[in-house]
């Protein structure tokens, strides 16, 4: 088990800018979720994928963000044209379905985004 | 929507002493599950315990025990003889059961743990 997987760790960048996240999960398992946290506060959803399926989006997530899950594997997420309202650690994690149970999330140790 | 409330912002304990955290939900659901992550600084989050809502007992892992009070919506999770490596943020949060998949979160109780 080689945990969930993050990259970068940390990303720098000037407002107005592009960026894009990449999570690797635990290998068997076919669900994927994103949570972004600010400073002092908990995690807040942002998207869930099922295998290669997107299912749901959170309000969180405007129409500047993106996910991709090609092929049930790694996720990516992409931030157009970032803002300052954009800086916190996102989060990924997954975990394995079972019949109509959930297993716990395996979190990664997140990517922080700083906007310049 | 659901909601997880945890009141205490910062604990602190000696070391070898047992703490309690408190976390309270709201939902409208029968079928959920209630979780304590633990966050180190700069570190990844962490499952420290799970609870499933149709089982009455409490869970426990090692030091760690929760108070489940269903009607209370009340999950408090219990740490005995703390170690400074419990140090870390503790987050409180809710899932629904069956399908759904989401983790709701509190906003966190900070845990300092004095040698």
């Known amino acids: 088990d080689t945990g969930v997987s993050q990259d970068p760790r940390h990303k720098i960048t000037k407002r107005g800018q592009n960026v894009t996240f990449r999570c690797d999960p635990i290998?068997?398992?076919?669900?994927l979720y994103w949570y972004r946290q600010t400073l002092g506060q908990g995690p807040e959803f942002l998207t869930y994928?099922?295998?290669?399926?997107?299912?749901?989006k959170s309000r969180l997530l405007s129409d500047r963000f993106s996910a991709e899950r090609p092929k049930g594997s790694f996720s990516t997420l992409e931030i157009q044209r970032t803002e300052q309202g954009d800086s916190a650690m996102y989060l990924c994690?997954?975990?394995?379905?079972?019949?109509?149970?959930?297993?716990?999330?395996?979190f990664g140790d997140g990517t922080r985004l700083s906007i310049l | 929507a659901q909601t997880v409330t945890q009141s205490q912002p910062e604990m602190s304990v000696q070391e070898a002493e047992t703490v309690t955290l408190s976390c309270t939900y709201d939902?409208?659901?029968?079928?959920?599950?209630l979780f304590w992550y633990k966050q180190p600084p700069s570190r990844q989050m962490i499952l420290v315990i799970r609870?499933?809502?149709?089982?009455?007992q409490n869970a426990t892992e090692n030091r760690f025990s929760v108070n489940f009070q269903k009607a209370a919506k009340s999950f408090s999770l219990k740490i005995s003889d703390s170690q400074l490596g419990d140090a870390a943020m503790y987050f409180c949060?809710?899932?629904?059961?069956?399908?759904?998949?989401?983790?709701?979160f509190g906003k966190g109780t900070l845990l300092t743990v004095n040698p």
């Open positions: 994690a997954s975990s394995l379905s079972s019949g109509n149970r959930n297993q716990p999330q395996h």
């Open positions: 290998s068997e398992h076919n669900r």
């Open positions: 994928f099922q295998n290669e399926a997107q299912l749901e």
């Open positions: 939902t409208s659901e029968s079928d959920y599950y």
């Open positions: 609870q499933e809502a149709y089982k009455q």
């Open positions: 949060a809710y899932c629904d059961g069956g399908s759904n998949y989401k983790l709701t």
